[in-house]
Structure formats: structure tokens, C-alpha cells
């Protein structure tokens, strides 16, 4: 019986993550998106500012699953 809720367990944690993690991408290729300079006016720090704020929740997301703490939910702003 045990090893059927691992299954159940799995099965769901994949399917949920794999969901999340395709919506992640999609929403980066969209951001992407915002590179077109005949649509969008930026400078170097907006795109370092960017740039730093997902790396660094990457790296909490990656600190979260090494180590089991909790997540904390970060904010961007300019």
C-alpha cells in the first residue's frame, strides 16, 4: 500500500510540475519578447536589474529543493 501512495504521489507531483514548469518557460519566452527594440525602450540596467532578480529566484527555488525550507515569494520592480 505504501508503495501506491508514492506512485499517486509521483504521478501527481509530475503532472503539476510539469505544468508549472511549462508556464515558467512560456511566460520567459514572452518576457523575451520585450527585447524588441522597435517596441519597448530599455537601458543595460533594467536588463541587469531583470536579469538578477530571476537568477535569484532560481537560485531560492533551487535552495528550497536542496534543503526543504520554505519559499519565500519575491516582488520586481524597477
Not at 504521489?9 to 511566460?27: E, H, M, P
Request: aromatic share 8%; glycine share 2%.
Amino acid at each position: 500500500m505504501a508503495k501506491s501512495n508514492q506512485n499517486i504521489k509521483r504521478n501527481r507531483f509530475t503532472n503539476v510540475a510539469g505544468r508549472r514548469v511549462q508556464k515558467v518557460l512560456d511566460t520567459l519566452d514572452s518576457l523575451a519578447k520585450c527585447a524588441n527594440k522597435n517596441n519597448y525602450d530599455y537601458d543595460d540596467e533594467d536588463v541587469t536589474k531583470m536579469l538578477k532578480a530571476l537568477k535569484e529566484k532560481v537560485k531560492s527555488i533551487e535552495l528550497v529543493y536542496t534543503t526543504n525550507s520554505k519559499s519565500t515569494k519575491n516582488t520586481f520592480k524597477f
